[in-house]
């Protein structure tokens, strides 16, 4: 049975740092790319990075340059470190596989930022 758990959110103001945290389990880790999707309130969910097993990411442009994704295949850990926060990342974020093949979705985490 796969489960995501994530975890790392919080309240941050414009310009702040959050790290968020995917723990996989109940599944073979290392043969899947992984990604972080958000979902605002109203919108759909998207996909904000990835990256492969051999390490080689992808960005939405909405992102790109302020989030940098990584991995951890000793842990079945996927991180998201993000830098330069606006109120536009609000949002509750997920990780999955890319494309999200499991077939269900953690809880999230929610991501506020406000001053």
């Known amino acids: 049975q796969v489960q995501l758990v994530e975890s790392g959110g919080g309240l941050v103001q414009p310009g702040g740092s959050l790290r968020l945290s995917c723990a996989a389990s109940g599944i073979i880790f290392s043969i899947y790319t992984m990604g972080w999707y958000r979902q605002a309130p109203g919108k759909q969910r998207e996909l904000v990075a990835s990256i492969t097993t051999g390490g080689s990411t992808n960005y939405a442009d909405s992102v790109k340059g302020r989030f940098t994704i990584s991995r951890d295949h000793a842990k079945n850990t996927v991180y998201l470190q993000m830098n330069s926060l606006k109120p536009e990342d609000t949002a509750v974020y997920y990780c999955?596989?890319?494309?999200?093949?499991?077939?269900?979705w953690g809880q999230g985490t929610q991501v506020t930022v406000s001053s």
């Open positions: 999955n596989a890319k494309p999200p093949v499991f077939g269900s």
